[in-house]
């Protein structure tokens, strides 16, 4: 380790935890009831569909009126975001968000609910999503002075929240009605909102340009394309979603269920989960100096996500491949965040953010439309055993990119700034 890397590495160790900062309490608390809206999100609404007779044909609808708007809006998001602060685009999202809930539930309760009326809500939703999103990467610098530990922590949330929101909509369901379900998934967007709602004081780096949207889209995709590394991943990235995350979900989650029965798979999703909250502490601790290189690596174990259902294996060693590979997946989240919100300056942050998502999104549906014909054509295994194959050899596509392997960790992570940008410091 050279002398400039020891300089870095202790100016590190000695920042103060986010814990201490009440500006990231804030955000983490709001952060994590949205994530748990978003995890009871998907159960409730399948339950009201099926409920209301229009059958798995009408789930896929309304995932599809929520989704598209998420991917045709969320470069705008970051546009909006940049433009108006990320602070209120989110707050004015949750809102949105919060009053689509509460429509639906009262749909629900008062039984005049149409398909149509559900698919209109939830594109609201989604639409709000997209303007949500793209902030969530340029308030972490802003609310943390300790990047990599602030993403580690929310990515030990989200992993939480995936665990604990299908499981209480499901309660919820149960015990109560689906239109409860939906005033709780409210409820917490208006938490989500609460908790935002103070950032606005925070400092910022707004774009006060007199540019026509176009203008300051085409900023975000310049400041995108002129880093190699960044966009070198997304296009990996894309590839990796079109063939790996695509098919490894429905079709590993049918052979899991064949393979171990719908208790057995329940648990080895449980196990997944685990492993991804084990990531997220893993990057509250090690500090690569390259992170790309030590996120891109971990993510070698994600290929066993698809590998074991593919070859049969026993429920043990299914189970334990799902907790290293999701260790391996919220690793690699930790680093990438860290690395984006920690080079890219945070004037143009929310912008490059939402270009991020896009890429890795689009082509996700894609692929899970595309693998149930391709299982109905050479077999749900054979399609698996090609997404590990695929998962190892974008992994190692990218780090063949030069750029991706000189990335080292900023400097400015020991200020919590992008480069060349100095930020009022996250209050103790």
């Not at 990796?240 to 171990?260: D, I, K």
């Not at 890795?360 to 050479?378: E, K």
Request: aromatic share 10%.
């Amino acid at each position: 380790m050279t002398t400039n890397d020891t300089t870095v590495q202790r100016e590190q160790d000695s920042l103060p935890s986010p814990w201490r900062s009440s500006r990231f309490r804030l955000f983490f608390t709001a952060r994590s009831t949205s994530l748990l809206a978003d995890g009871m999100l998907m159960v409730s609404l399948t339950t009201a569909v099926l409920g209301a007779g229009y059958g798995a044909a009408g789930v896929g609808y309304a995932l599809a009126a929520w989704m598209a708007p998420i991917v045709l809006l969320v470069l705008f998001g970051g546009v909006f975001a940049d433009r108006f602060t990320p602070q209120v685009m989110m707050v004015g999202a949750d809102v949105v968000r919060m009053v689509a809930m509460l429509a639906l539930a009262a749909l629900l309760a008062f039984g005049d609910m149409r398909l149509w009326h559900m698919m209109a809500l939830l594109a609201l939703s989604g639409a709000a999503t997209a303007m949500f999103q793209p902030g969530l990467a340029s308030l972490v610098p802003r609310v943390a002075e300790d990047i990599q530990r602030a993403n580690a922590l929310l990515r030990v949330s989200e992993s939480i929240c995936t665990l604990v929101g299908p499981g209480l909509s499901g309660l919820l369901v149960a015990y109560w009605d689906v239109a409860g379900s939906f005033l709780v998934i409210a409820a917490a967007y208006a938490c989500s909102a609460l908790g935002l709602a103070p950032l606005r004081k925070l400092g910022t780096a707004r774009d006060e340009s007199d540019d026509p949207i176009w203008q300051r889209l085409a900023t975000g995709w310049h400041e995108f394309r002129s880093r190699s590394w960044l966009w070198g991943v997304i296009a990996v990235w894309s590839v990796y979603g079109l063939f790996v995350f695509g098919p490894a979900l429905p079709l590993g989650a049918a052979l899991l269920t064949e393979q171990h029965g719908a208790s057995g798979y329940g648990w080895i999703a449980s196990a997944d989960g685990a492993g991804t909250i084990l990531g997220g502490l893993l990057g509250l601790r090690v500090r690569p100096r390259r992170p790309l290189v030590a996120g891109a690596c971990a993510m070698f174990f994600f290929s066993l996500n698809p590998l074991a259902p593919a070859l049969g294996w026993s429920f043990t060693l299914t189970a334990l491949t799902g907790v290293v590979a999701g260790c391996g997946f919220a690793f690699w989240g930790v680093m990438w965040a860290t690395s984006v919100q920690s080079h890219i300056p945070l004037a143009v942050l929310s912008r490059v953010s939402a270009y991020d998502v896009a890429g890795s999104i689009m082509v996700i549906p894609l692929g899970r439309a595309l693998s149930g014909p391709a299982a109905d054509s050479v077999g749900a295994d054979r399609v698996l055993l090609f997404s590990s194959v695929m998962g190892l050899v974008c992994i190692a596509v990218m780090l063949s990119v030069p750029a991706v392997r000189a990335l080292r960790r900023a400097p400015s992570d020991a200020s919590g700034t992008g480069p060349g940008e100095r930020v009022p410091a996250a209050d103790g």
